[in-house]
């Protein structure tokens, strides 16, 4: 079974500040990770995946994501929130097993309030 | 770039009544995928295409249907409508080459009054 876990429904941080959202996962094979971004009744945008390589993958807009595979994470980051940050993040996980086509398993998302 | 199309962007129907959202995915992509997204949930997968044949199926309730046509676009078809359908109803799309990204459409507001 795929899942994913974001822990904190609402993050919320200083601009300026460093900020983290949480991710963790769980699939059977070896885990495709994503990370989209939802802005008040808009579509979900693509930030960054990993797939393979280097643990930390760097996305749109500054965003980073660091994959860790002994504690199944794949928390996002960035060093210096922006006010136009805030949005709902969903992370996201399919297994490299069979297809290539199969769907994403989303996280509750979570929150990202970034303040003045 | 082209994006994924969606349309109607905005549709509201009464109880029991049909709606169909149409979804335009990027071009060469063969892959589509409905997703659907109630107020503060997380999206639900609901079925996906792969060259014109159903290749998934999640939490597609038996009143909706969907296919995907010979140009690859795909229309979701929801019937005998209840006030729980209303969401936002997202359409995606990949293919081989996007190694599992899904590129997603705007969205459907669908409003069941």
């Known amino acids: 079974a795929q899942s994913v876990a974001q822990p904190e429904d609402q993050v919320n941080v200083a601009e300026g500040n460093p900020l983290t959202v949480k991710c963790t996962y769980s699939?059977?094979?070896?885990?495709?990770l994503f990370w989209y971004v939802q802005y008040p009744n808009r579509g979900l945008q693509f930030l960054l995946k990993?797939?393979?390589?280097?643990?930390l993958v760097k996305g749109s807009y500054g965003f980073e994501a660091e994959f860790n595979k002994s504690q199944t994470s794949f928390h996002l980051k960035k060093p210096s929130a922006l006010v136009s940050d805030s949005a709902l993040y969903f992370c996201a996980v399919r297994d490299d097993r069979g297809s290539t086509l199969g769907r994403l398993y989303f996280g509750r998302g979570t929150q990202l309030t970034v303040w003045p | 770039a082209a994006g994924v199309i969606q349309s109607p962007r905005h549709l509201i129907k009464e109880k029991r009544e049909t709606a169909t959202l149409k979804c335009y995915p990027i071009?060469?992509?063969?892959?589509v995928y409905w997703y659907q997204q109630g107020p503060g949930q997380d999206p639900q997968f609901l079925i996906s295409?792969?060259?014109?044949?159903?290749?998934d199926k999640g939490s597609i309730p038996d009143r909706f249907s969907a296919q995907q046509f010979s140009d690859y676009h795909s229309e979701l078809n929801m019937s005998s409508l209840e006030l729980g359908d209303s969401a936002l109803y997202f359409c995606a799309s990949s293919s081989p080459n996007s190694a599992g990204e899904l590129f997603f459409g705007e969205g459907s507001r669908l409003t069941v009054l």
């Open positions: 295409f792969y060259e014109k044949m159903q290749s």
């Open positions: 071009p060469r992509h063969d892959t």
């Open positions: 990993y797939i393979t390589g280097d643990n």
């Open positions: 699939v059977s094979g070896n885990p495709y």
